[in-house]
C-alpha cells in the first residue's frame, strides 16, 4: 500500500471516529419533554399593532424554567424567535443570533425593538445546553405589525 493510500485510510477514519464521537455527545444533550409541556407568548398578542420598542411576555406550562446549564429532568429555559422560519435542525444546540434570541437567565420577558413592518415570534423551549427537546416544545407563531 502506498504511503499516500495509508494518510488517505486514516483520515478517513479520523473523520468517521469525529463524527461518531459529534453524534454520541448530539445524542446525550437531548431532553425529554413531557407531552403536556406548552410555551407560550402571553404579551403581545397575534395580530397586535405595537411601537418600535415593547415588551414580549414569555408562558410555560408542564415544565420547570431553569437557567442554561442546570441539567433537570422536565426543565428548559426560553429561545425567541424573530423572523425566523422553523427550525430544521431539532437535535443541536440553538446559536445565539439576532433572530433567536436566547434567555438563559430563566427570564420570562424582554423588551424588544423592531423596525416598522410586520414581525413573527415564536417560542422555542431548550435544555441546559440550548438543545430544544426530543419532544419539542415550541409556541404557535404569532405575527406583530410595529409602526
Known amino acids: 500500500m502506498s504511503i499516500?493510500?495509508?494518510?488517505?485510510?486514516?483520515?478517513?477514519?479520523?473523520?468517521?471516529?469525529?463524527?461518531?464521537?459529534?453524534?454520541?455527545?448530539?445524542?446525550?444533550?437531548?431532553?425529554?419533554?413531557?407531552?403536556?409541556?406548552?410555551?407560550?407568548?402571553?404579551?403581545p398578542t397575534d395580530g397586535a399593532t405595537l411601537p418600535e420598542t415593547f415588551t414580549v411576555q414569555f408562558g410555560l406550562s408542564g415544565m420547570d424554567l431553569v437557567p442554561a446549564g442546570v441539567e433537570q429532568e422536565n426543565a428548559g429555559h426560553h429561545h425567541l424567535l424573530i423572523d425566523q422560519p422553523e427550525l430544521s435542525d431539532w437535535t443541536s444546540s440553538l446559536p445565539a443570533t439576532e433572530q433567536i434570541r436566547h434567555f438563559g437567565k430563566a427570564q420570562t420577558e424582554t423588551e424588544l425593538t423592531l423596525s416598522p413592518g410586520e414581525h413573527t415570534l415564536q417560542l422555542v423551549l431548550g435544555n441546559y445546553a440550548h438543545v430544544p427537546h426530543d419532544n419539542p416544545v415550541i409556541s404557535d407563531t404569532i405575527t406583530v405589525n410595529v409602526k
Not at 464521537?21 to 404579551?43: F, G, K, R, T
Request: charged share 10%; aromatic share 8%; hydrophobic share 60%.
Open 4 to 43: 499516500k493510500a495509508v494518510f488517505v485510510s486514516i483520515t478517513c477514519t479520523l473523520l468517521f471516529s469525529l463524527l461518531s464521537i459529534q453524534n454520541a455527545i448530539a445524542a446525550n444533550l437531548v431532553s425529554h419533554a413531557p407531552v403536556e409541556a406548552q410555551v407560550y407568548i402571553i404579551e
